[in-house]
């Protein structure tokens, strides 16, 4: 069963950062191509960035180069750095794990952006 658990979500000041985590289980990790998408309330769920099993990047336009997508596949695990954060990166972050038809969610980190 595909496990796909995120952490490192929490309350930051404008211009901060914040290193978010997920950790997968339950499927050969380094064939997966894993992405951070972020929802806010109301809102449609954004890609934010995406890292192919080869190690390609995307991100979101709004990403404008303060996030930065990583993967170690030893420990199957992805990481999303975020600097220069502002108010409206504040939303619920998701872990997702994609290879063919299957695609696997986590149950999401809340990042706010607040002073």
């Known amino acids: 069963q595909v496990q796909l658990v995120e952490s490192g979500g929490g309350l930051v000041q404008p211009g901060g950062s914040l290193r978010l985590s997920c950790a997968a289980s339950?499927?050969?990790?380094?064939?997966?191509?894993m992405g951070w998408y972020r929802q806010a309330p109301g809102k449609q769920r954004d890609l934010v960035a995406s890292?192919?099993?080869?190690?390609?990047?995307n991100y979101g336009d709004f990403v404008k180069g303060r996030f930065t997508i990583s993967r170690d596949n030893a420990k199957k695990m992805v990481f999303l750095q975020m600097n220069s954060l502002n108010s409206e990166d504040t939303a619920v972050y998701y872990c997702?794990?994609?290879?063919?038809?299957?695609?696997?969610w986590g149950q999401g980190t809340q990042v706010t952006v607040s002073s």
């Open positions: 339950g499927i050969i990790f380094k064939l997966y191509n």
């Open positions: 890292i192919t099993s080869g190690g390609s990047t």
């Open positions: 997702n794990a994609a290879v063919g038809a299957r695609n696997s």
